[in-house]
């Protein structure tokens, strides 16, 4: 019997408890009028809203970073990589050494690409001022207006930011 009047005293007191929660859940709701809960929830969301832009915000500039730092990288080592496109198109006799510049020109490639850089197409393209470098003017009337004739340089850009201009010359 001691252990009914137990458990009867624990749950008078977890019912006790648990109105005193409820009271006190209701004073606080009390507390708090409807247009200050409103307006601190209105507060809420727009500081929300603000934290979701800077996160935007925040993201795209690391990218721009980012891209703008491998194209300063890209932009030194292109040199080298015209320097192996010239020794690929050389003429050799020895056929191993060919083969081995042209594994390292097609790896160098795909690194490129793999880091989202582009190749600006130019041979055959209208001139575009905002792609290519014009270094020539040729008069050919096979060739349509500002038609590319020829390109002395390739040119590479990272999404729309050009890391260099294509040398090229221009018809007419």
Not at 98 to 123: C, T
Request: charged share 45%; no cysteine; glycine share 4%.
């Amino acid at each position: 019997m001691a252990e009914k009047e137990e458990k009867k005293e624990k749950q008078e007191e977890e019912k006790k408890k648990d109105e005193k929660v409820e009271k006190k859940e209701s004073k606080e709701k009390e507390m708090v009028p409807k247009e200050d809960y409103d307006a601190l929830d209105d507060h809420f969301k727009r500081i929300l809203a603000e934290f979701e832009n800077f996160k935007k915000r925040s993201k795209k500039e690391r990218e721009s970073l980012y891209n703008s730092i491998l194209s300063d990288v890209v932009e030194s080592i292109l040199p080298i990589l015209d320097n192996l496109e010239n020794a690929a198109k050389a003429e050799t006799k020895d056929e191993n050494y060919k083969q081995g510049i042209e594994l390292v020109l097609k790896q160098f490639n795909d690194v490129l690409k793999a880091k989202g850089i582009e190749e600006i197409e130019a041979e055959g393209e209208t001139f575009d001022p905002e792609l290519h470098e014009a270094v020539r003017s040729v008069q050919d009337e096979t060739k349509g207006e500002k038609e590319i004739v020829e390109v002395y340089r390739k040119g590479y850009k990272i999404g729309n930011k050009v890391i260099r201009h294509a040398m090229v010359s221009v018809a007419n």
